[in-house]
């Protein structure tokens, strides 16, 4: 097919959420990127930006992505499931019908920096058992190529030409979505092609120096939406750092209410009434 090349950019905005911890949201369910519900940027060395954390709170209808890159999250929830979020470890957290978790920073001072995806599920899915994997950061590989590495999470990393190179496969394969995010760090003067299947949707963020993406320079602090192809086509004149991220789209409608997102408001309904009444979380 050819190079996706930069279709739509964005500039996320500062928010705050949960218990009142101040973020960059670059992407919000209202802006269409199916199955991208959210993604937020938490970066900050002051703690009063992030002690208060993410207390107790409930999620139906969807898939939750945690990287860390620096500072400890602990995660746990009323499956009983406990996970020590620490730098470069992942949490992908499937909602399904319901769960109800929170997310405590365990630390008092330093840099606190990572992403939160929200990924969409298909109708089907919505109401499955809800489900949570703790990735720690030795099982995400890494490639080492020339002037640039990438790690790991989800998908296959093919890098171009694949000549005498295997593809390398993340800890997440397959899913609804078949999700693909990879961490892509580039030297200066560095280039990196890809390959990606060409249907997913396919977002880049830089969250480091900038990237040039075809004729397009993408700078930190801003998304490029990517458009129909099959390879991406990255490059740097000084050291930066990407999220590449890509997944199916689900073409279904959607619709959102807080930490709840079906296909139907009545579904939405239904969701706020099961947690008020305590039954979120009941097998269906």
Not at 93 to 105: D, F, K, L, V
Not at 240 to 266: D, K, Q
Request: net charge negative.
């Amino acid at each position: 097919m050819g190079p996706r090349i930069v279709a739509r950019v964005l500039t996320g905005r500062p928010t705050a959420d949960g218990g009142g911890v101040r973020l960059t949201r670059v992407i919000s369910p209202e802006q269409g990127m199916d199955p991208f519900l959210l993604l937020d940027e938490f970066d900050s060395s002051d703690a009063g930006d992030y002690l208060a954390g993410f207390p107790s709170h409930p999620h139906r209808g969807f898939e939750t992505v945690t990287y860390m890159l620096d500072g400890q999250m602990l995660h746990e929830d009323h499956l009983g499931n406990r996970g020590d979020l620490k730098p470069g470890g992942v949490q992908w957290m499937t909602a399904g019908r319901g769960i109800i978790h929170s997310e405590m920073p365990q630390q008092v001072a330093g840099r606190m920096r990572g992403f939160q995806l929200w990924l969409n599920l298909p109708a089907v899915d919505k109401m499955k058992p809800a489900a949570y994997q703790d990735l720690d950061p030795e099982r995400i590989p890494t490639v080492a190529l020339d002037r640039a590495s990438v790690r790991v999470v989800a998908g296959e990393f093919v890098a171009l030409p694949s000549t005498g190179r295997s593809p390398v496969a993340g800890p997440i394969r397959g899913g609804a979505t078949t999700p693909l995010y990879l961490d892509v760090a580039l030297e200066a003067d560095a280039t990196l092609v890809c390959a990606t299947p060409a249907e997913l949707r396919v977002l880049v963020y830089v969250f480091e120096g900038e990237a040039a993406l075809g004729s397009r320079t993408i700078t930190k602090g801003t998304l490029a939406e990517l458009g129909p192809g099959d390879r991406v086509e990255l490059g740097a004149s000084r050291a930066a750092r990407v999220l590449m991220i890509g997944a199916r789209p689900l073409r279904e409608p959607v619709v959102h209410y807080g930490p709840f997102v079906m296909n139907t408001r009545s579904e939405i309904e239904q969701a706020i009434r099961d947690y008020q009444n305590g039954r979120l979380t009941d097998a269906a």
